[in-house]
């Protein structure tokens, strides 16, 4: 079965630089949610998205930016970056029916360095 | 807020031992349950999940009850395997679009 694609699965930037991060879901789903893990830590909730729109928003930095395309891959867009952006960034996928919270499934995740 | 709390770790076990990796929940509304496992340089992987109460996640050996009474949902193997060396994350995620709030993650050691 097809599974959440991310690009590029490892970055290695300078501080001060910008990074750009893709996520591609799992065919016909429609709500993409990012996630940043931290050296040893649970991952954090960034952002979401649903239909293209924004749904909900973590403790992202206002450095950091986002959006879902209408193929519904999403790009998060990182500027300025600093050292402490150094984290395992996940994206998720999901199909909201309504119902029950629908099941997150998770990409392998983009490595970032931040040197 | 929704909140998760999980057993330290690491859990040290011989091959064939029986785990248990405690996971309670603070939650408003009816959240679904979710355990998700992350082996060594890769991503998270669901393992399973429930999304009522009484219900019973089941999945490679693996078993996890959701209490509502108790507030818990552990997680729970009868056999463990080298194989299942890997850090266990218990979340949280209520209807809709809403994002998971993550325990700390469990480290489990199976050592032959």
């Known amino acids: 079965a097809a599974g959440v694609i991310q690009s590029p699965r490892h970055l290695i930037k300078e501080k001060r630089e910008t990074a750009t991060l893709k996520c591609y879901p799992i065919p016909r789903h429609d709500t993409v949610y990012w996630y940043q893990q931290g050296p040893g830590q649970d991952p954090q909730f960034l952002i979401s998205f649903y239909e293209k729109m924004q749904s909900d928003k973590g403790s992202i930095p206002d450095r950091f930016s986002a959006q879902q395309f209408s193929d519904y891959h999403s790009e998060l867009n990182m500027s300025s970056l600093e050292l402490g952006d150094s984290a395992l960034y996940f994206c998720?996928?999901?199909?909201?029916?309504?119902?029950?919270?629908?099941?997150?499934?998770f990409g392998p995740g983009t490595r970032l360095t931040v040197l | 807020g929704n909140s998760v709390t999980q057993m330290e770790g690491p859990v040290t076990l011989s091959e064939e031992a029986f785990l248990t990796i405690n996971c309670t929940y603070t939650a408003t509304g009816y959240p679904s349950l979710f355990w998700y496992v992350q082996y060594p340089g890769e991503g998270l992987q669901l393992l399973l999940k429930a999304t009522k109460a009484d219900d019973k996640g089941s999945n490679k050996g693996f078993e996890a009850t959701y209490r509502k009474e108790t507030t818990s949902f552990h997680l729970e193997k009868g056999s463990v395997q080298v194989s299942d060396s890997a850090v266990y994350f218990c979340?949280?995620?209520?209807?809709?679009?809403?994002?998971?709030?993550f325990g700390t993650g469990t480290r489990l050691l199976v050592s032959p």
């Open positions: 998720a996928s999901s199909y909201i029916s309504g119902g029950p919270t629908d099941t997150q499934y």
């Open positions: 979340a949280l995620g209520n209807t809709g679009f809403q994002k998971l709030v």
